[in-house]
T-cell receptor
Framework: ETGVTQTPRHLVMGMTNKKSLKCEQH?????MYWYKQSAKKPLELMFV???????ENNSVPSRFSPECPNSSHLFLHLHTLQPEDSALYLC?????????????FGPGTRLTVL | SQQGEEDPQALSIQEGENATMNCSYK?????LQWYRQNSGRGLVHLIL?????REKHSGRLRVTLDTSKKSSSLLITASRAADTASYFC????????????FGEGTQLTVNP
């Protein structure tokens, strides 16, 4: 889990709150990802950023808003979430130019929406 | 069924035994990767096997890939209690750039 950090590790929020998840990678990678992991479901890819540009949005509801200010930092802004959004949110990074290179994951943020 | 589907869903063995997990997929791939996840934590990359490779070893791990059957297996030899975790296969498709598609995982329990 070293190399990619995520904060906070745990977050409890109400449906009307606004919060942000932060991810930082110290590996010099140029691609970053947000995944959602719910119980008994495969990891769901949410967003992909290549060289700070969003290249993929997997039909994610607009209550999730990503931001990538530079190639080392990735945010996920949350607002008016639903209880079904409770899950483990994982950030990952990889090096583009290496086709299908391994991804390095952070420890995740456990989100609970009340 | 989904790209990257693991079998079995759960596996319970005794320490010292070997554990074998299988993964099937549907489309052509660049490579297939195996990851491990301890409960509620991030995923850790274990091994990557490219579409032109048939077998790869890393320590106690052995991965095979059969592109004709679109399947892969992960063998953990001489298992330890510390190997208890969820194991996921992930495929990188030829047309998807850096994107990985994960399966649902196999929960491995190694009993001391």
């Amino acid at each position: 889990e070293t190399g990619v950090t995520q904060t906070p590790r745990h977050l409890v929020m109400g449906m009307t709150n606004k919060k942000s998840l932060k991810c930082e990678q110290h590996l010099g990678h140029n691609a970053m990802y947000w995944y959602k992991q719910s119980a008994k479901k495969p990891l769901e890819l949410m967003f992909v950023y290549n060289f700070k540009e969003q290249t993929e949005n997997n039909s994610v509801p607009s209550r999730f808003s990503p931001e990538c200010p530079n190639s080392s930092h990735l945010f996920l802004h949350l607002h008016t979430l639903q209880p079904e959004d409770s899950a483990l949110y994982l950030c990952a990074s990889s090096q583009l130019g290496l086709a299908g290179a391994e991804q390095f994951f952070g420890p995740g943020t456990r989100l609970t929406v009340l | 069924s989904q790209q990257g589907e693991e079998d079995p869903q759960a596996l319970s063995i005794q320490e010292g035994e070997n554990a074998t997990m299988n993964c099937s997929y549907k489309t052509s791939i660049n490579n297939l990767q195996w990851y491990r996840q301890n409960s509620g934590r991030g995923l850790v990359h274990l091994i990557l096997i490219r579409s032109n490779e048939r077998e790869k070893h890393s320590g106690r791990l052995r991965v095979t890939l059969d592109t004709s059957k679109k399947s892969s297996s992960l063998l953990i030899t001489a298992s330890r209690a510390a190997d208890t975790a969820s194991y996921f296969c992930a495929t990188n498709k030829e047309t998807s750039g850096s994107r990985l598609t994960f399966g649902e995982g196999t929960q491995l329990t190694v009993n001391p």
